[in-house]
Nanobody, 118 residues
Framework: QVRLVESGGGSVEAGGSTRLSCAAS????????LHWYRQVPGKERTLVAK???????TYADSVKGRFTISRNSAENTASLTMNSLKPDDTGVYYC????????????WGQGTQLTVSS
């Protein structure tokens, strides 16, 4: 059974830093593209950061230079390090893993709430 479990988040003041983690069981992160999404009430989930199977990272414009996505293949974890936080970074953050080989599979974590106060 595949599980993605996020941790971290909580309440942080604007300008502060925090780190979200995603631990996987039942799959190998090295075989998946990894994503962090954010969702706020009444809106769809939006992509914040991506870590491709080829270890290429991409970011939403709103977080470039402030957030860093990483993967630890040995521990089968993914992280999102978040600096210079802003109130607009508030939301539920979801870890997502996607692969197309040998079959298309996609998995989501349960989400973790981050609240950035001004």
């Amino acid at each position: 059974q595949v599980r993605l479990v996020e941790s971290g988040g909580g309440s942080v003041e604007a300008g502060g830093s925090t780190r979200l983690s995603c631990a996987a069981s039942g799959l190998s992160f090295s075989q998946y593209a990894l994503h962090w999404y954010r969702q706020v009430p009444g809106k769809e989930r939006t992509l914040v950061a991506k870590y491709s199977r080829g270890s290429i990272t991409t970011y939403a414009d709103s977080v470039k230079g402030r957030f860093t996505i990483s993967r630890n293949s040995a521990e089968n974890t993914a992280s999102l390090t978040m600096n210079s936080l802003k109130p607009d970074d508030t939301g539920v953050y979801y870890c997502n893993a996607v692969t197309q080989y040998p079959i298309a599979r996609e998995f989501w974590g349960q989400g973790t709430q981050l609240t950035v106060s001004s």
